[in-house]
């Protein structure tokens, strides 16, 4: 049983592939199985931009990132998720709608991330507002792409 | 004939205000420097232009090549050479006199006295010297002379002669009925052909003759004659009625006041008519001549347009006016001269399509507008609204190795912009300028403005068209 939850990490990996350049990936906390009740709303927890995803968390935080990275990823948290559902990831460069990524949230708590590659005509100024499954917006996230 | 009567009904109020006021400067120039060595050099060039003129149209490229050159360094003589002369004729008067004023008959000199006095020293054998001015200025010539300014009388040029007055040696200067210096020294005279008998005083008048258009009356003291020097001529004059002729001659006085005033008046009235005749020629060949076609692309301006309604797009911004006219007046255009203007005052939200006719169009006097392309444009107006918008840091440059941006603060982080209602549709966020990154090495606060894209927003008089960024940096994490 102790292997489950990394299991399904591995699984929900696999859904995680973008038709472009970003792919997304989920993880979930270890041990947490049970299913939220279904009275709680969909919260989100954290949102944030991180040069890479380790361990299952973000690392190197930060709202500018250098194209030179190669890529930079918006890493998401939702506690509680009271059902199966999926969230939207929406990447804005400047206002306009470059990648649109689904994501897929189980219960109770989840974390998943999207990620797009970086190259030299990404330089300015981008957003990522993420949306639940009916588009309401949960949250916007702004960052930088520079030299 | 008929075309010249053609060319005239052609002519506009501007076009008569423009020849009449050129002619009254002409006419006071005329006024002011007349008599001066600076009119007779100004009549110079202007003939030296007309040579040009000919020059250019026959195709003699060296020959207008020299008169061009030629004018341009006469231009810099006049100045240098003749400063004193214009500044005599700038300083002496007051505006009034410059630009309205006429000159009234200077104080008429009393050549009787000078005549009688001359001969009184003569008979005494008291040498003397006398200089009569022309119009040429003799601050040049004359050195050391002692100011004295007093009315003329015989009684005082005999004084001033007399052998003891320490001036005696001197000449005195006498303009009009004034005796304007005493003790003045003359440039001398080097001509050999002078009669040995001369001595310092007729080489001295003789030689401020030739220099200048005075006339210089001389006293012999060892032959007791009188002799005038007037140009190159030396001459004794026995008779005192030939020395007041030759005075009053020198004087412009005539013998009949009457007289003298008709002639100023038709000098005058014939110089004013020269002047209008002259510059009426003269704006015929540059307004009439040859005709010029050109392009001239032209802004269109927006007039009377409600304060609740905005220009939110145009199918061109400038059009472009094909115009006609002569050579001198198609170059001398000047943008701020053509005004391409539509009237906004009955147009409504959405499209609306204007014609450019000739009433939409402000050119210059003698300028023609023969084609407008496009010959319409379309104006889009949107309501006027209010919306407010996140901002956001657009950070350019590269951040020193080893450090993250990790966090930023802006105050405030949204303003509201105003703008027409579907421009504002699309916009979702206002950035900044561009932050550069290159110079940040630890946390802290800077100050920036923010872009307006499309520039037709604006910001709302209750935001702040700079916002605070207060940021955070860390070091990388391995």
């Not at chain 2, 004084?159 to 003790?183: M, R």
């Not at chain 2, 496009?374 to 919306?387: A, F």
Request: proline share 4%; net charge positive; hydrophobic share 45%.
């Amino acid at each position: 049983m102790a292997m489950r939850p990394k299991l399904l990490a591995f699984l929900c990996g696999l859904f995680c592939v973008n038709v472009f350049l970003p792919w997304g990936a989920l993880s979930q906390e270890k041990g947490e199985r049970a299913t939220a009740p279904a009275s709680q709303q969909l919260s989100l927890a954290q949102a944030v931009m991180c040069e890479e995803i380790k361990d299952h968390a973000p690392h190197n935080q930060a709202i500018v990132f250098s194209v030179t990275n190669g890529s930079t990823s918006c890493f998401t948290s939702f506690d509680p998720v009271p059902e199966k559902t999926y969230i939207y990831h929406d990447w804005f460069y400047r206002d306009k709608l470059t990648t649109r990524i689904k994501l897929f949230l189980r219960p109770p708590r989840w974390s998943t991330f999207s990620r797009i590659q970086l190259r030299e005509a990404d330089k300015g100024p981008w957003r990522v507002e993420i949306t639940d499954r009916k588009g309401a917006l949960l949250c916007i996230v702004r960052f930088s792409i520079t030299d | 004939m008929n075309n010249f009567l053609a060319l005239f009904l052609t002519l506009q109020w501007q076009d008569i205000v423009d020849i009449l006021l050129v002619s009254y400067i002409v006419f006071r120039l005329y006024i002011l420097l007349r008599g001066t060595n600076v009119f007779r050099v100004l009549i110079g060039i202007a003939f030296l232009w007309v040579f040009h003129r000919i020059a250019v149209s026959l195709g003699l490229i060296v020959t207008s090549w020299a008169i061009q050159g030629i004018m341009a360094v006469a231009a810099l003589i006049i100045i240098v050479v003749f400063r004193n002369e214009i500044r005599s004729v700038l300083q002496a008067k007051n505006v009034k006199a410059l630009l309205w004023g006429y000159p009234r008959k200077t104080a008429e000199t009393p050549v009787d006295i000078i005549v009688e006095s001359a001969y009184e020293l003569a008979q005494s054998r008291s040498g003397a010297l006398i200089v009569l001015p022309g119009k040429e200025d003799l601050q040049e010539v004359l050195h050391s002379g002692i100011p004295w300014g007093g009315s003329v009388s015989k009684e005082m040029i005999l004084s001033i002669f007399w052998h003891d007055n320490p001036v005696h040696d001197g000449a005195a200067v006498i303009k009009g009925d004034q005796v304007e210096e005493v003790g003045a020294v003359l440039p001398l005279s080097h001509r050999k052909d002078l009669p040995s008998y001369y001595g310092t005083r007729h080489r001295a008048a003789a030689g401020l003759a030739e220099a200048s258009d005075a006339l210089v009356i001389v006293v012999s003291e060892e032959r007791g004659d009188v002799t005038v020097a007037l140009g190159s001529r030396m001459k004794v004059i026995k008779r005192k009625e030939d020395l007041a002729r030759m005075l009053r001659k020198h004087a412009g006085v005539s013998s009949k006041q009457g007289g003298y005033l008709s002639r100023q008046r038709l000098e005058l009235g014939i110089a004013a008519l020269a002047s209008v005749v002259f510059i009426t020629g003269v704006w015929f060949i540059f307004a009439r001549g040859l005709d010029t076609l050109i392009t001239f692309e032209t802004p269109v301006e927006y007039m009377n347009r409600d304060p609740a309604i905005e220009i939110s797009d145009t199918s061109v911004n400038a059009v472009r006016l094909h115009l006609s006219g002569s050579d001198a007046l198609i170059k001398s255009i000047r943008p701020e001269q053509v005004k391409v203007r539509l009237d906004l005052s009955r147009s409504v939200v959405g499209p609306n399509t204007f014609s450019i006719a000739q009433k939409n169009i402000s050119l210059p006097p003698g300028v023609f507008l023969k084609k407008v392309e496009p010959s319409s444009v379309t104006v889009i107006l949107d309501h006027v609204k209010r919306k407010e918008v996140p901002v956001q840091i657009d950070w350019a440059g590269k951040l020193p190795e080893g450090l993250i941006l990790s966090e930023a603060r802006l105050d405030p982080e949204k303003i509201e912009l105003i703008g027409g209602q579907k421009m504002l549709e699309n916009i979702s966020t206002v950035y900044t300028e561009q932050v550069s990154l290159s110079t940040i090495q630890k946390s802290g606060t800077m100050t920036v403005k923010l872009v307006l894209d499309p520039a037709s927003l604006k910001i709302s008089p209750s935001s702040r068209d700079k916002v605070t960024i207060e940021y955070m940096v860390t070091r990388r994490a391995r």
